[in-house]
């Protein structure tokens, strides 16, 4: 079965035989990034009715889930939320807490910090990562308010506003947490206007897409003080380069795309493939289904 078996045993874990593409009506793709190579596929196959894309972000896929409509898309939708939720909470202690820049001394310094016990957090998303952040923040007392598409309720969230409020919602936020899809709505959401919105001393924290920051701005507003710092587990571009000028401030932590590492994923995915598996045998509705209008 190759070197990724392990979808092909989560499928066969959930009732699946395993037959050539001519033969099959459901898919389970295992490349996050070949649009082209899943296009043909399709046009060669079209008895396929449903496809399963292994991670949450569908980026390189939007175009081709447009152009085929009749077809149900799912993806990782909701998988990986526990651990980037984990980590984005680890971003905040950090940051809040001085770590960044105490991992970096030489030499015994002068004291800083501040508490994350009762911060006035904004959390952009309101899909499963901001649901399992929110129940990670529940011991911290935080003022929390979820910035969405719909505006409607999300689990653990002191009120839930839609991104028509969003500058209103980010007016003296001690933290933002960017938790949400890469649409052309949400490309360069947060520029050096809404970064200003923020608490003196406020951070960021991006475990989503690069691409929602004006990275430019974000140096800007690291540059003259205007935020605390950012903990950046994403970055535009991506793979953030050698010398770059993020890599030079001490209150910014970096992290190479691991809120969801190979480890973490493939338990993960798989019980999803398993279980998406057997409710398409039974004709049950499916788990992380892709919205072809809405781009995720």
Not at 147 to 175: I, W
Not at 214 to 236: E, F, S
Request: proline share 7%; aromatic share 6%.
């Amino acid at each position: 079965m190759g070197a990724r078996s392990w979808l092909a045993e989560a499928a066969v874990a959930g009732g699946a035989e395993l037959v050539d593409p001519s033969q099959a009506e459901g898919l389970v793709w295992a490349s996050p990034a070949a649009p082209d190579e899943l296009a043909a596929l399709l046009e060669a196959n079209p008895q396929l009715r449903w496809v399963q894309l292994p991670w949450a972000g569908i980026e390189p896929y939007v175009e081709l889930v447009a152009s085929h409509p009749d077809r149900t898309w799912t993806c990782g939708k909701g998988v990986y939320a526990e651990p980037v939720a984990e980590l984005a909470l680890m971003f905040l202690l950090a940051g809040f807490r001085g770590l960044g820049i105490y991992g970096r001394a030489s030499s015994w310094g002068l004291p800083q910090g501040r508490n994350l016990l009762g911060a006035k957090v904004v959390v952009a998303g309101g899909g499963g990562i901001a649901e399992a952040f929110l129940r990670l923040l529940v011991p911290f007392g935080c003022d929390t308010t979820v910035v969405r598409r719909t505006g409607a309720p999300v689990d653990g969230a002191d009120r839930v506003v839609t991104f028509e409020q969003l500058d209103e919602a980010l007016h003296g936020a001690d933290a933002l947490v960017l938790a949400l899809a890469l649409t052309p709505e949400t490309h360069h959401l947060i520029d050096r206007r809404r970064l200003d919105l923020l608490a003196e001393g406020a951070w960021l924290v991006n475990v989503a897409r690069g691409a929602h920051v004006v990275t430019d701005d974000l140096v800007a507003a690291l540059d003259d003080g205007t935020i605390g710092g950012a903990g950046l587990d994403v970055t535009d571009p991506e793979p953030l380069p050698d010398r770059h000028p993020l890599w030079a401030f001490r209150n910014v932590l970096i992290t190479p795309h691991v809120g969801n590492t190979p480890e973490m994923a493939v338990p993960l995915l798989s019980a999803r493939i398993t279980e998406n598996v057997r409710r398409w045998g039974a004709g049950e509705a499916l788990l992380g289904p892709v919205d072809p209008a809405a781009g995720y």
